[in-house]
């Protein structure tokens, strides 16, 4: 069981925060973020789950193992900075940051740190796109040059593989 905080409970944050207040494995403790009206809903949407509008007080909770930052792009390097720095592991909302010296930055931090820093690739673990890396591993596709899917679309993956001649 991992304890986590989220930072940032607008439209995607709740998403997340949804997620990971439903998964077995993790409990959902705290949701940062400046607005009281998000927080009053959060409370209202996940019961049991503490809010503030100070990352400090995340941080300060030594039970928190791990942070979701899902605040504006623009503040991601410099939440995710404080998150690492407190020894806590980072999921960050993509971008990690607007510049690649900011990422590379945090990437070291974590691994000096020996901390976990995951970007949050939306379809990275979709069945889908499971299949098809699988496919492509087992060499069924030939070489790919490119894919486009659909999220609407059935995760069969007919027609969505590019093909050099």
Partial sequence: MITIGVAGAGDWGRNLIRNFHQIPESELK?????????????????????????LETVLEDDSVRAVVVATP?????????QVLESGRHAFVEKPLTLSAS????????AEEKGLVLMVGHLLLYHPGVERLKALVDEGAVGQVLSVDADESCDTGLTNYFYRSP
Avoid: I, Q, Y
Wanted: hydrophobic letters at 35%; glycine letters at 2%; proline letters at 7%.
């Fill in 30 to 54: 705290w949701v940062c973020d400046p607005r009281a009206e998000r927080r009053e809903l959060m409370e209202e949407l996940f019961p049991g789950v503490s809010t503030t509008d100070r």
């Fill in 73 to 81: 792009a623009p503040t991601h390097a410099e939440v995710a900075r």
């Fill in 102 to 109: 900011d990422s590379e930055e945090l990437c070291t931090l």
